[in-house]
């Protein structure tokens, strides 16, 4: 095998030749001029009809490959234009390397593999290129792995929400909680955006789930009610807690305005301790607590309704939780306390939904995780312009994308 057959074989272009004297060594770059072999035919790039001779051949291009030694690696080709009857003269379809595209495809599918694991920024100062081709070549990689997503019959769903953007920005995020997985995401938390998903999503989807966990959000009912008929709503036991905690702080802010100087002083600065579980308070923290509800009788009745909570969670069945809830609604009711009240009101209209906790035992508890690594891919590619190369960034985080050696691509 001579010298010129060795690195035409280590190419691996099926139909394409290194010529003679076609490798030149420039600096910090590796040129490689390829050329077709005799007898190789040509492709219409728009309808993939053949053809044995061209139409002509334009300028020479250039177009980026795997590096070699360490240097940048470039092939030049000059690519032929063909004449075909049904779409007229076009630049042939090459199988390694994309239309109008200054990278083959085997280095786009390098480039995105470094977007897995760094961020843009960094993938762009390591590889020589410009921001926004690392930008384009990630975003068409994750929306063909997307394309790719096998639809799985999902029985019990998620709904919850992320902050994406400072000015309480949102989006609404949909989890299959036995697979443990993102199934879905959609710009806002409206009832329209939420629709969008499930009509995208299909009746045959929509009819396999038997219940739906999400928090006590008017628009994302009414969304389920409307697409996923025959499913239980389930409101999360964590957004139950989250209504609880808003009241006591807030029954807690009320009396610190009202109090004097020595209760203002008391009472600032314990936020935390009326939140945390009595077995993980320190000795100093509960002599702390204490002292409070025996000077303050509101913070006493709010504290004692918060820690009586606890017993409805761990009730043994529905029968149990909604006799107990019905009595702990009532006595917020008869304490007197707004935040409470409006908190019994709530919890009231919602109850069928948070009994319903006790027939399928599944919370959004997924979603905490899974907020974690959108936070840390946020924080790690300095923010997202394009919401949707985000999304697509959140599905591949969280597992959701099939691998990248799932593409077929030839080269």
């Not at 009745?301 to 009730?315: H, I, N, P, Q």
């Amino acid at each position: 095998m001579s010298h010129l057959e060795g690195i035409t074989e280590l190419l691996g272009l099926q139909g394409w030749e290194v010529v003679e004297n076609g490798v030149r060594i420039e600096e910090e770059q590796v040129v490689i001029s390829i050329a077709r072999c005799a007898g190789t035919g040509y492709r219409c790039a728009q309808c993939g009809q053949g053809f044995l001779f061209a139409y002509d051949h334009v300028e020479p291009r250039l177009v980026r490959d795997f590096p070699v030694s360490g240097r940048r690696c470039y092939l030049e080709f000059t690519p032929a234009r063909v004449g075909c009857e049904r779409c007229g003269v076009h630049l042939e379809e090459l199988d390694w390397v994309a239309l109008h595209q200054r990278c083959t495809l085997r280095y786009e599918r390098y480039v995105a593999a470094l977007c897995e694991i760094l961020p843009g920024l960094d993938v762009a100062e390591l590889e020589g290129l410009d921001k926004n081709t690392v930008y384009r070549i990630d975003r068409k990689w994750l929306a063909e792995r997307a394309e790719l997503r096998e639809e799985k019959p999902v029985r019990h769903l998620g709904i919850d929400e992320i902050a994406i953007r400072k000015g309480h920005r949102y989006a609404t995020v949909f989890y299959d909680l036995e697979r443990r997985e993102v199934i879905g995401i959609v710009r806002d938390r409206t009832q329209r955006r939420t629709s969008s998903f499930f009509r995208r999503w299909g009746k045959a989807q929509c009819k396999q789930v038997v219940a739906v966990c999400m928090d006590l959000w008017a628009p994302y009912q009414n969304s389920v009610r409307k697409y996923c008929k025959q499913a239980d709503v389930v409101f999360d036991k964590f957004h139950v807690y989250g209504y609880l905690t808003q009241a006591i702080d807030e029954v807690r802010r009320e009396e610190q305005r009202m109090a004097d100087k020595a209760g203002r002083q008391l009472i600032k600065g314990s936020r935390w301790l009326w939140l945390r579980r009595p077995d993980r308070l320190r000795r100093k923290e509960k002599q702390t607590l204490e002292e409070i509800v025996k000077v303050n009788a509101n913070l006493e009745k709010a504290y004692l309704l918060r820690e009586d909570f606890e017993g409805f969670y761990v009730a043994e069945d529905k029968g149990d939780a909604q006799a107990f809830m019905e009595d702990w609604i009532a006595r917020c009711t008869e304490s007197a306390l707004k935040p409470f009240m409006k908190l019994a009101k709530r919890l009231r209209r919602w109850l069928p939904g948070i009994l319903a906790y006790f027939d399928y035992r599944i919370t959004n508890a997924v979603s905490e995780g899974i907020n974690n690594k959108i936070k840390v891919l946020k924080r790690r590619s300095y923010g997202f312009h394009d919401i949707q190369y985000f999304f697509l960034k959140i599905l591949d985080a969280t597992g959701a994308l099939p691998p990248i050696e799932a593409l077929s691509h030839t080269f």
